[in-house]
């Protein structure tokens, strides 16, 4: 009796991975006709190993990448990634001008009250997340300076195809 009460309270400490987290997952509406929306969210990674995340899909949406903003010489551009590694005990917030899910090909106008399902897959297997879209300048999470939409009108695509501009 003793020995299989050990051996059951040892179980979890070995099987019991700390899994992601997802905090303030929303998208911001787009202007009307713009048939691109970015993916906003905090991943938090309480685990003792790096969350390396590999890819984004949604049923809801044809094409999903995985993005980073970045300005080089003072033009902003996003440039898909193959991978984001967040490592052990840290968060990444997903936001305006950094990392984000774009969504692009969008065949309907996003309203508040929508919403799209995402799953990204990662190390730790697929993660699902609902993300609503919200009014821009609503989004949870922005502590003050939400630059308006001229933002993302600036912005230019690394791999510039016809029509999907940004
Ligand atoms: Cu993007």
Not at 84 to 104: C, D, N, Q, W
Not at 137 to 163: L, R
């Amino acid at each position: 009796m003793k020995f299989s009460l050990t051996a059951l309270l040892m179980v979890p400490t070995f099987a019991l991975a700390e899994l992601p987290v997802i905090s303030d997952a929303h998208i911001v509406q787009p202007p009307p006709g713009t048939p691109v929306a970015g993916g906003f969210f905090t991943i938090s990674n309480p685990d003792d190993e790096a969350l390396v995340i590999t890819g984004v899909s949604s049923a809801d949406v044809a094409r999903v990448e995985l993005h980073l903003s970045a300005v080089v010489d003072d033009v902003a551009t996003m440039e898909e990634q193959e991978e984001i590694v967040i490592p052990a005990g840290t968060a990444l917030e997903f936001k305006r001008g950094s990392y984000h899910v774009m969504f692009i090909g969008l065949e309907t106008q996003l309203a508040p009250g929508d919403e799209i399902e995402i799953t990204i897959e990662s190390n730790t297997g697929p993660i699902e997340v609902n993300l609503p879209v919200v009014a821009p300048g609503t989004a949870p999470g922005h502590h003050g300076s939400d630059q308006a939409s001229t933002h993302e009108s600036a912005v230019q695509h690394s791999d510039d195809s016809p029509g999907q501009s940004h």
